[in-house]
């Protein structure tokens, strides 16, 4: 793909800690190599609706330490459809190299890729950015450390109240369809059980777990529960809970979208950064060829 001279950067799925330093290291690296910059708003759909930006270095100056993304995003599930996708807003733009940081699965990102590359002869390089950790090929992907922080944050905050009580609590962490960051939050806390989507939990073993937990002088108990809709997550493992073991004086905390936000951890902001060189480098060799 030789002659790209222009570089766009969107965020597309859902926001992750650790995308503005992407941005950040992408557009610094992209504009010290020679390429112009474009940032492209809220993810796909900016495409869709033209919604693009110039970018300079100054543009991304002061963002390294924060969360969310300034380039918006969204899920932008329409372009996989012929009527979903952009009517000439890449070439409009001189279109050339094109990354994208977001936290749509794998699949989704081949595919997309797939289409821009057919559709548009562009070339697409994609960061992987999630707090999920669900992405194959990557060992983490930017905003999980962030996110595994700010759970174990939460889960030592409840320990308190607990153990005080002398309580069972169901924490629901976030996952998407994965386990990581219910099975890595419940080992770096201490908690008496994690329940993944990956395995099947039945009532009584959880119940033999959490007996184990008060067997060893433990006052309170905290089971950490993975999302999952199939199940109907922490909520219905407590009421299932409840019924059988009333013994539990059992609560129920989801942690919700508190786990997308924050300022990223030192690993997230260095693994995006390093990420962003990449993909400049990645996209300047194949220009170059
Ligand atoms: O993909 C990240 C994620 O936070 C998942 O863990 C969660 O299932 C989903 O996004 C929630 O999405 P939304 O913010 O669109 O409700």
């Keep these: 793909m030789a002659g790209i001279k222009s570089i766009g950067i969107l965020t597309s799925g859902g926001d992750a800690p650790g995308m503005n330093a992407a941005i950040r290291a992408v557009t610094r690296s992209a504009i010290y190599n020679g390429?112009?910059?474009k940032g492209i708003m809220r993810g796909f759909k900016g495409l869709v609706f033209n919604e693009i930006v110039c970018s300079n270095p100054q543009s991304v100056s002061?963002?390294?330490?924060?969360?969310?993304?300034?380039?918006?995003?969204?899920?932008?599930?329409?372009?996989?459809?012929?009527?979903?996708?952009?009517?000439?807003?890449?070439?409009?733009?001189?279109?050339?190299?094109?990354?994208?940081?977001g936290g749509d699965r794998r699949r989704r990102i081949a595919h997309g890729r797939r289409l821009f590359a057919e559709e548009y002869n562009v070339p697409i390089v994609g960061l992987p950015g999630t707090i999920?950790?669900?992405?194959?090929?990557?060992?983490?992907?930017?905003?999980?450390?962030?996110?595994?922080?700010t759970i174990i944050?939460?889960?030592?905050?409840l320990r308190d109240t607990a153990s005080s009580h002398e309580r069972l609590f169901f924490v629901e962490v976030m996952g998407h369809t994965a386990g990581y960051l219910a099975i890595n939050s419940a080992i770096?806390?201490?908690?008496?059980?994690?329940?993944?989507?990956?395995?099947?939990?039945?009532?009584?073993?959880?119940?033999?777990?959490?007996?184990?937990?008060f067997r060893k002088s433990k006052n309170s108990a905290i089971v950490i529960v993975a999302e999952n809709p199939k199940t109907g997550g922490a909520t219905a493992l407590a009421e299932r809970?409840?019924?059988?073991?009333?013994?539990?004086?059992?609560?129920?905390?989801?942690?919700?979208?508190?786990?997308?936000?924050?300022?990223?951890t030192a690993v997230d902001r260095i693994?995006?950064?390093?990420?962003?060189?990449?993909?400049?480098e990645a996209i300047s060799t194949d220009s170059a060829t």
């Design 271 to 280: 693994l995006a950064s390093r990420m962003g060189e990449a993909a400049i």
């Design 132 to 149: 999920d950790n669900d992405l194959g090929g990557t060992d983490s992907t930017i905003g999980y450390d962030t996110a595994l922080n």
């Design 62 to 101: 002061n963002i390294i330490q924060l969360g969310g993304t300034i380039l918006k995003t969204a899920r932008s599930r329409g372009i996989h459809h012929d009527r979903g996708r952009p009517q000439g807003g890449i070439r409009q733009h001189g279109g050339g190299g094109h990354r994208r940081s």
């Design 241 to 264: 809970v409840k019924k059988e073991f009333p013994q539990y004086d059992a609560r129920v905390t989801i942690l919700g979208h508190i786990q997308r936000g924050g300022s990223p």
């Design 188 to 213: 770096a806390t201490g908690s008496e059980a994690a329940i993944i989507p990956e395995m099947e939990t039945e009532v009584d073993q959880l119940a033999e777990l959490i007996n184990h937990g």
């Design 153 to 157: 944050e939460a889960v030592d905050k």
């Design 35 to 37: 390429f112009a910059v």
